[in-house]
Every structure is written in structure tokens, then in C-alpha cells.
């Protein structure tokens, strides 16, 4: 089997990779990402060398390229992560994120409908069970108040360009499957946590910045709330759906792990300070939390999100593995053996 995976050098999607690869033997992965900013090739470092991982490096916007990889490869699986998901760049150049976000899944879904169909509802010979599974955020949900959580039937009320530009991107899939009979899921899923994310998300900045002993931003007054999943917790996650999930429907992924944003940065000092105290320095910090300071808030941001993922689990039966506190020790762990300078 010949799966295409988009976005497959960014963080969520090269922790699916590998966790594919080692888990199946019988799938074969071609995987497109244009490395940008978010794509990184050394995140495919474990898989490079891998007979059955292809790597090609090229724009969903390209739709002539990804014509030809269907040609050429006969997908019968597309698993799409590739996504501008950058709220903050969203709001300095939103222009990027609907050509990427929208245009680049238009094309997606037309060549696996040009691939896989004959006509409405009517697949070719050896695509009857071909899958598209389109990765989305719960964002496009727009802002919960103190109480209540989203889920399936929630109305969609996106908040910045980053947002909009995924909610587009749901309804265009769901209408493949409304107009086509296209084989489609989406999930959406909370804020992921783990290794390889990008430098610029909330975790890394903590504890980048706070290893470097430098002013630890956090927006506003820190009370926003995410729901986070850790990463692998979420590859699972999309690897039932695959399998169970029924076709046309939306599944949201969440971790049941409301921080706020102050609380991840407390966590955070405090497992550094456990494993990497602070040493004497010129600027009289001898703890983490100190170096925590308030700037002003983002535009739109939205106070709280918070899945309720019955659903996922009643259909297609996921359990969590990772709790937060675990989830987040690996993630410093990660980090911490990147950097050459700390011995664990």
C-alpha cells in the first residue's frame, strides 16, 4: 500500500511517520512537504534510510506535481498534515495561509477524487476502500468561556486568519464527501506537545528561553486555557481513525489536559530547576519561574478551548497512554539532549 503523507517533515507529521513505518510493514510512505519554516528534513533523520520512505520535497499548491505523484504512486491513502498553523504569522501574512491551507487541500482532494473515481460514488477497480483523512485543529471552533467543551456539532466561529483558513479547509472537505461520496474523514484535534516541534510554539519557547536564562514571554496574563495531547497520543489517534472511523465524519482528538498557559511555564521551570539547576550567574536568577514575564496579548486570541472527544473513544475505542506530566518530562528530556551543553 502507498500512502501520501503531506506536511510529513513538520512536527506532528514526521512523529506519524516514523510511528507508521515501525508499526506496519506493509505500507510504503511518499512524503511531500516544501521544508519550510515548520519542515525540517533532520525530523526524518530515524527514517531516511528506510526502503519503504520516500521523500519528495514540493508545494501542495503545486497541483501538477501532486497529479503526477498520484500517477506515479497510486495512492490509496492520503493522510494530510501539511498546513501553515502559525497563529501569530497568520496575522502579519494571511495570504500565505489560504493558499496553503485552502488552495493546497482543493488540490489534494481533487487528484484523489481524479484518482479514485469514475463518478459520483462510484470508485475505480482496487480504490473502493482508498481514505483521505484530512488533520485539523480545534480552533476552528473559535473561543470557549470558563465552562463547557467543544465536540462534533459545535458551530464553527474561527478567530484569526490561521483559523479561517482551517475551517475553509474542513468544509471543503466535507463537501467532497457530500457532493462526491469522496472517502474523507477529518479530525480535529488540541494544542500537541512532544518532540520536534517548532522553536516558535509555546513549550519550545519556555524552555529555550529559560535555558538561556532570557525573559520568558507569555501573552496577557497567562489565564488562557489549551487542551494538550501529547504527540504520539495524537499519531494513535489518527492511526484508529484510519481504520474505524466512518467515512464523512469528523472525530475531535483531545488529551483532557487543561492547562493554562502560566501553568505549562510553572511546570516547566520546575522540571528544568530538577534537572538542570540554574548556576551562578550575573543576573541573580537562581530559579526558572523568575525569568517569567508578561507581555501584551495577541490579537483575537482565543481564552480557552477544551474537546470533548466521546466519540473517538466510543467508535473507534482510543485510550490515552501518556499522561501530561509524563508527556511533558519527555518533551523537556527531548530538548535537553539536543543541546549538546547538558550532560543528563
Given amino acids: 500500500m502507498n500512502w501520501l503523507i503531506t506536511g510529513g517533515a513538520g512536527f506532528i507529521g514526521s512523529n506519524f511517520v516514523a510511528y507508521i513505518l515501525k508499526k506496519h510493514e506493509d505500507i510504503n510512505i511518499i512524503n511531500l512537504d516544501k521544508l519550510t519554516y515548520a519542515g525540517n528534513i533532520k525530523h526524518l533523520e530515524s527514517v531516511m534510510n528506510n526502503p519503504r520512505h520516500t521523500f519528495v520535497e514540493g508545494d501542495i499548491c503545486d497541483a501538477e506535481l501532486v497529479d503526477r505523484l498520484f500517477d506515479i504512486y497510486q495512492f490509496t491513502t492520503v493522510i494530510h498534515f501539511a498546513a501553515e498553523s502559525h497563529v501569530d504569522n497568520?496575522?502579519?501574512?494571511?495570504?500565505?495561509?489560504?493558499?496553503?491551507?485552502?488552495?493546497?487541500?482543493?488540490?489534494?482532494?481533487?487528484?484523489?477524487?481524479?484518482?479514485w473515481m469514475k463518478g459520483?460514488?462510484?470508485?475505480?477497480e482496487g480504490y473502493q476502500?482508498?481514505?483521505?483523512?484530512?488533520?485539523?485543529?480545534?480552533?476552528?471552533?473559535?473561543?470557549?468561556?470558563?465552562?463547557?467543551?467543544?465536540?462534533?456539532?459545535?458551530?464553527?466561529?474561527?478567530?484569526?486568519?490561521?483559523?479561517?483558513?482551517?475551517?475553509?479547509?474542513?468544509?471543503?472537505?466535507?463537501?467532497?464527501?457530500?457532493?462526491?461520496?469522496?472517502?474523507?474523514?477529518?479530525?480535529?484535534?488540541?494544542?500537541?506537545?512532544?518532540?520536534?516541534?517548532?522553536?516558535?510554539?509555546?513549550?519550545p519557547t519556555i524552555i529555550r528561553k529559560a535555558l538561556a536564562l532570557e525573559s520568558i514571554?507569555?501573552?496577557?496574563?497567562?489565564?488562557?486555557?489549551?487542551?494538550?495531547?501529547?504527540?504520539?497520543d495524537?499519531?494513535?489517534?489518527?492511526?484508529?481513525?484510519?481504520?474505524?472511523?466512518?467515512?464523512?465524519?469528523?472525530?475531535l482528538i483531545g488529551g483532557h489536559n487543561e492547562k493554562t498557559n502560566l501553568e505549562i511555564a510553572h511546570e516547566i521551570c520546575?522540571?528544568?530547576?530538577?534537572?538542570?539547576?540554574?548556576?551562578?550567574?550575573?543576573?541573580?536568577?537562581?530559579?526558572?519561574?523568575?525569568?517569567?514575564?508578561?507581555?501584551?496579548?495577541?490579537p483575537g486570541h482565543d481564552f480557552r478551548y477544551a474537546i470533548d472527544d466521546s466519540k473517538l473513544r466510543n467508535e473507534v475505542g482510543f485510550?490515552?497512554?501518556?499522561?501530561?506530566?509524563?508527556?511533558?518530562?519527555?518533551?523537556?528530556?527531548h530538548y535537553l539532549k539536543q543541546n549538546t551543553s547538558y550532560i543528563l
Avoid at 234 to 251: L, N, S, W
Avoid at 319 to 333: A, C, D, H, I, R
Fill in 234 to 251: 495524537h499519531c494513535r489517534a489518527i492511526e484508529m481513525v484510519f481504520f474505524k472511523g466512518r467515512v464523512g465524519e469528523t472525530y
Fill in 319 to 333: 485510550v490515552m497512554k501518556n499522561s501530561f506530566s509524563e508527556g511533558l518530562k519527555k518533551t523537556v528530556l
Fill in 90 to 115: 497568520s496575522i502579519n501574512n494571511p495570504q500565505t495561509f489560504i493558499q496553503t491551507n485552502v488552495l493546497g487541500t482543493f488540490n489534494l482532494l481533487e487528484a484523489a477524487r481524479k484518482s
Fill in 217 to 232: 514571554p507569555i501573552y496577557g496574563d497567562g489565564k488562557n486555557v489549551r487542551d494538550w495531547i501529547y504527540v504520539i
Fill in 129 to 203: 476502500s482508498a481514505r483521505f483523512i484530512h488533520i485539523s485543529t480545534d480552533e476552528v471552533y473559535g473561543s470557549l468561556g470558563e465552562k463547557g467543551l467543544f465536540n462534533e456539532n459545535s458551530s464553527y466561529a474561527p478567530n484569526s486568519p490561521y483559523s479561517a483558513s482551517k475551517a475553509s479547509a474542513d468544509l471543503i472537505v466535507r463537501s467532497y464527501y457530500h457532493t462526491y461520496k469522496l472517502n474523507v474523514i477529518t479530525t480535529n484535534c488540541s494544542n500537541n506537545y512532544g518532540p520536534m516541534q517548532h522553536e516558535e510554539k509555546l513549550i
Fill in 120 to 124: 459520483i460514488g462510484i470508485y475505480k
Fill in 270 to 298: 520546575d522540571i528544568l530547576n530538577c534537572y538542570i539547576p540554574v548556576q551562578k550567574n550575573d543576573k541573580e536568577i537562581t530559579n526558572y519561574k523568575q525569568l517569567i514575564t508578561f507581555v501584551k496579548d495577541r
